[in-house]
């Protein structure tokens, strides 16, 4: 599998190419225009700093992601599954070891459920 490399804060994140839809910059983006966009950092310890955004599509919908970096296409064989702890994490597919580094693979579908959960609670 072919994935694209990423940051948000200072943690490492992966997104398959086949879930991949669009990078814009964050500076583009205009909130009036109602996309659903998430920003991991609020599930992680630090601070995005809203480089860029990445969309992410499950073939019905689609959600951005706000990153920091944009590193490069890693291709992985296969990854260990992520042990979830915490049900908001749901959206971690698995992890991938990199140059003796752990990535975590985010799963596009869950990612999705989670934003638009988050975005309905009233």
């Known amino acids: 599998m072919k994935a694209l ?16 839809l669009h990078v814009s910059l964050f500076e583009e ?8 966009v998430v920003d991991l950092s609020d599930y992680l310890d ?8 990445l969309f992410v599509t ?6 951005g992601i706000i990153c920091d970096e944009i590193y490069d296409i ?13 049900k908001k994490l749901d959206f971690l597919k698995g992890v991938v070891t990199y140059k003796d580094n752990l990535i975590y693979l985010l799963d ?7 934003a638009y959960e988050k ?4």
């Open 5 to 20: 490399m990423f940051k948000i804060a200072d943690v490492m994140f992966l997104v398959n190419l086949e879930d991949l």
């Open 29 to 36: 983006y205009d909130e009036s225009e109602g996309l659903t």
């Open 46 to 53: 630090g601070n995005s700093n809203k480089k860029y955004i």
């Open 58 to 63: 499950n073939n019905k919908t689609y959600v």
């Open 74 to 86: 890693l291709e992985y064989n296969e990854y260990k599954p992520f042990e979830k702890g915490e």
């Open 108 to 114: 596009a579908e869950k990612l999705i459920e989670v």
């Open 119 to 122: 975005d309905n609670v009233s």
